[in-house]
T-cell receptor
Framework: KAGVTQTPRYLIKTRGQQVTLSCSPI?????VSWYQQTPGQGLQFLFE???????NKGNFPGRFSGRQFSNSRSEMNVSTLELGDSALYLC????????????FGPGTRLTVL | GQNIDQPTEMTATEGAIVQINCTYQ??????LFWYQQHAGEAPTFLSY????GLEEKGRFSSFLSRSKGYSYLLLKELQMKDSASYLC??????????????FGGGTRVLVKP
């Protein structure tokens, strides 16, 4: 069974631009969560989607948004990029929320110049 | 919210045993996870505890005491490839039974020959 896939793997943007990241969960998994990882703050929860609905949200500004499609694939968008948005963005999938393990994808390394 | 503490760094010798402790304070608890993360890579799922006791998976074991807000990850017969960061994460018991994980800062384990 294929694991969680994320595209692109690496991305370089400049301040003020926007970016869209994509995540395809493990086949059969319907819950997708997004996390940001930085050296200073560690791994922080962004939001979770299940059945095309956002179920939980972390403490990030409104510039961070996401959505989920009917095939469970998810995208996250960051608008008006800031230097501090440079991070590894990780997607995790599980079959249903709150019941079992979460498995992470390889991440997208975003660099904002 | 959650507050999770784990040691920053540990060093051990190849073939030895290392125990990584994790303490947490939580307003709601729905499971504790351990992940392994090698530098530059995504976290890899190791274990999941939701009930008190010991879960054993080969060379890795994880223990949970909910009353004490305490868990540990035990790595036996250490190998050089076990050099990595080990992340403790707690899942919130949120109203929507979601998958929000709060991570500790990670424990970097260095295995020496």
């Amino acid at each position: 069974k294929a694991g969680v896939t994320q595209t692109p793997r690496y991305l370089i943007k400049t301040r003020g631009q926007q970016v869209t990241l994509s995540c395809s969960p493990i086949s059969g998994h319907r819950s997708v969560s997004w996390y940001q990882q930085t050296p200073g703050q560690g791994l922080q929860f962004l939001f979770e989607y299940f059945s095309e609905t956002q179920r939980n949200k972390g403490n990030f500004p409104g510039r961070f948004s996401g959505r989920q499609f009917s095939n469970s694939r998810s995208e996250m968008n960051v608008s008006t990029l800031e230097l501090g948005d440079s991070a590894l963005y990780l997607c995790a999938s599980s079959s249903v929320p709150g019941k079992d393990e979460q498995f992470f994808g390889p991440g997208t390394r975003l660099t904002v110049l | 919210g959650q507050n999770i503490d784990q040691p920053t760094e540990m060093t051990a010798t190849e073939g030895a045993i290392v125990q990584i402790n994790c303490t947490y304070q939580t307003s709601g608890f729905n499971g504790l996870f351990w992940y392994q993360q090698h530098a530059g890579e995504a976290p890899t799922f190791l274990s999941y505890n939701v009930l008190d006791g010991l879960e054993e998976k080969g060379r890795f074991s994880s223990f949970l005491s909910r009353s004490k807000g305490y868990s540990y990850l035990l790595l036996k017969e250490l190998q050089m490839k076990d050099s990595a960061s080990y992340l403790c994460a707690v899942r919130d018991r949120v109203k929507a039974a979601g998958n929000k994980l709060t991570f500790g800062g990670g424990t970097r384990v260095l295995v020496k020959p």
